[in-house]
């Protein structure tokens, strides 16, 4: 485990905001409590109005917006192998989410390794967010050094509605540390450890 730079996460939160948002795509299911998916969705952010935006955002920024080192903790991914879960991560956020095979793939493993007994939501948010060259003043430039392009994935407790509320668990992949990405870590949260095991281990994170 390595120390999350909390000036790295201070630069992401900044842009989670309703009007500065870099959030490109969101996709997700919904899973009952007997383990099976019971609906899916694959949309553009960009296209979410009002309410609907605002409450997708706020469960996107429980996880950034984590206590850095406490409630979000830094991992080394054990690699992008053939066959790897982070292979398969890493290929979603390259096809930002568009591959509705890949995202079905991992909806159901997912499915297949939580804890059964509740209905719950995943969600998972693509992301580009074009990195500002920083000047010798530490004042950010027009010119942009490069864009980091991320997952976002987060599991929430959904009521009889099917509407999510505060996440338990989840990460940001690529982990964004000095400023730039970094794909062979991750920095996954958690509301309890305990409860987020089996996530930490279908995960292959060490902890």
Known sequence: MG?????????????FTSARSNLVR??????????????????????????????????????PFAKPNEELIQYKIPGLGPGSIWQMIYAIRECELKNDALMLNLYELI??????????????????????????DKSYQDESEEVYKYLIMVISPVDEEQVPHSPEAGF?????????????????????????RELMTFLDLEG
């Open 111 to 136: 499915a297949e390794k939580y804890p059964k007994g509740r209905p719950y939501a995943i969600y998972v948010y693509y992301g580009a967010y074009d990195v500002p060259i920083k000047g010798s």
């Open 26 to 63: 969101i996709a997700g299911a919904y899973i009952d409590e007997e383990g099976y998916i019971d609906g899916t969705f694959n949309t553009s952010f960009l296209s979410l109005k009002g309410a609907e935006k605002n409450r997708c955002l706020d469960i996107a920024k429980a996880i």
């Open 172 to 196: 940001l992949y690529p982990a964004f540390i000095n400023r730039s990405t970094d794909i062979n870590h991750v920095n996954f949260y958690s509301q309890d450890y305990e409860e987020a």
């Open 3 to 15: 120390q999350i730079n909390r000036d790295d996460m201070l630069e992401l939160t900044r842009r």
